[in-house]
């Protein structure tokens, strides 16, 4: 077998059943929380309020079973009327469990009012789409009142995984970095979602590298769009995030309404395995090859020029540099990943196509693969993207109530 002889240590191949992502580091996370980065970007972000939650609260949702408050409270609960001098009245507690945490259940109440009586929930990173089958009446993460919020949350493991794994797999920062998370819970006003102006966004070394649907299905008049969504998002990236968001690798989501001129900000989410690549793969993402940043072009930022594997990799970009832009990637008509059957919807785990055949061809397969990539890391091979097929048939495009 010369392919596995021509590498010299063995071992050396197993990195590639690994993603080559940099360690992530707590902060990281903490800058992805969304209390820490609406603020400053709150002129284009949905309209929300966030609610700093309590102990009680958290012990309420991590709990085993859902016991939800009575919908109307026959008594206006008062905090210190149920309590003993050993603690909580037990009885009071288990008919209506708000009573531990009944400032915060009104301050719900109040603010699911003011943002018009409808709302979508989240947790400082995740939202309960996974649960969103327990809302029987509405199938979706539409919550009228705060007992909706409990039910969505309590049974959703995104919002489990907020509150129990936050900092999974994640590398030490310095000790000065604050390390413990500040609960709290979002309540963006609720709005009908059109998903074709979903985008997700991949930024790293504070580039934006590429730029994707969210939603899975083909919509064919996003075709004929695709250079006015790149800019539109391109112009936000460079004016807003590029300069003032802490961390030079992430992925943000935006929502593009018609006309397609602005954006709104929906979420920051870390460069790290558990944000969905959606239609890339972290594969590609992680070694794509860039230009280096041109000499023109707005970049605020202070950060050195992308560093690329070796020299010899920077000299001949020439006039190709001056074309370089992002990639918009769109799921085309009759692509696998408009019915994908076969994934699971919220998969966080997608291998490329080339590592899944590679595996699948057993071992030799796996070195030819590997002596590949290795190439192709080195500069040595060109990566070859897929071109999409641009179909540019016009197509309406719904309008949104934003
Ligand atoms: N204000 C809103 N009204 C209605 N739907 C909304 C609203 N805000 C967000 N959504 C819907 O909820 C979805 C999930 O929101 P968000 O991206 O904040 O969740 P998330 O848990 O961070 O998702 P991911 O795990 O993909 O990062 C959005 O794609 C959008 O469809
Ligand atoms: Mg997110």
């Known amino acids: 077998m010369p392919a596995f002889e021509s590498i010299e240590d063995p071992e050396e191949v197993r990195p590639l059943m690994r993603l080559p992502f940099p360690p992530v580091q707590k902060s990281q996370i903490l800058h992805c929380s969304y209390d820490y980065w609406h603020q400053k970007y709150r002129s284009s972000t949905l309209k929300s309020r966030i609610i700093p939650l309590s102990a009680p609260f958290l012990s309420y949702l991590r709990e085993d079973g859902i016991v939800l408050p009575p919908e109307t409270q026959a ?24 009573l531990r945490f009944s400032e915060i259940h009104q301050q719900i109440k109040d603010t699911i009012t003011e943002l018009g009586g409808l709302v979508a929930p989240k947790l400082n990173w995740s939202a309960p789409k996974d649960a969103t089958w327990i809302n029987m009446k509405k199938n979706s993460m539409e919550c009228a009142t705060a ?35 500040n609960y709290v819970l979002v309540l963006r006003k609720w709005f009908k979602v059109n998903p074709s102006c979903e985008f997700r966004c991949f930024v790293r070394g504070r580039r934006l590298i590429g730029i994707c649907q969210r939603d899975l299905n083909h919509f064919e ?14 112009r936000y990236f460079d004016g807003t995030l590029k300069g003032t968001f802490p961390d030079e690798n992430f992925a943000f989501d935006i929502y593009l309404p018609e006309p397609y001129d602005q954006v709104r900000l929906v979420d920051i989410n870390p460069w790290a395995p558990r944000t969905d690549p959606l239609l890339f793969s972290w594969l590609e993402l992680l070694t794509m090859r860039l230009p280096p940043p041109l000499l023109g072009i707005p970049d605020s930022s202070p950060d050195p020029p992308l560093q690329f594997s070796s020299d010899e990799d920077t000299q001949d970009e020439g006039v190709e540099e001056l074309e370089w ?9 009759d692509d696998p990943e408009a019915y994908s059957f076969a994934s699971p919807q919220y998969s966080a785990h997608k291998l490329p196509k080339d590592v899944v055949d590679a595996s699948l061809g057993g071992e030799s397969s796996m070195m030819d693969f590997a002596r590949n990539w290795e190439k192709m890391v080195n500069g040595q091979l060109d990566m070859q993207h897929a071109s999409d097929d641009e179909g540019s048939v016009e197509g309406n495009i719904p309008t949104t109530d934003i």
């Open 147 to 181: 007992n909706d919020i409990y039910l969505l949350f309590k049974s959703s493991d995104f919002i489990n995984h907020d509150l129990e794994h936050a900092f999974d797999d994640c590398a030490e920062d310095g000790p000065q970095q604050p390390q413990h998370i």
């Open 325 to 333: 832009k992002p990639e918009v990637r769109l799921v085309n008509k």
């Open 221 to 234: 008049f996003l075709f004929p769009l695709r250079d006015q969504i790149r800019d539109t998002i391109q």
């Open 75 to 98: 008594t206006n609960s008062n905090y210190e009327d149920n309590t003993t001098s050993e603690g909580w009245d037990d009885d009071s507690q288990d008919s209506d469990p708000s």
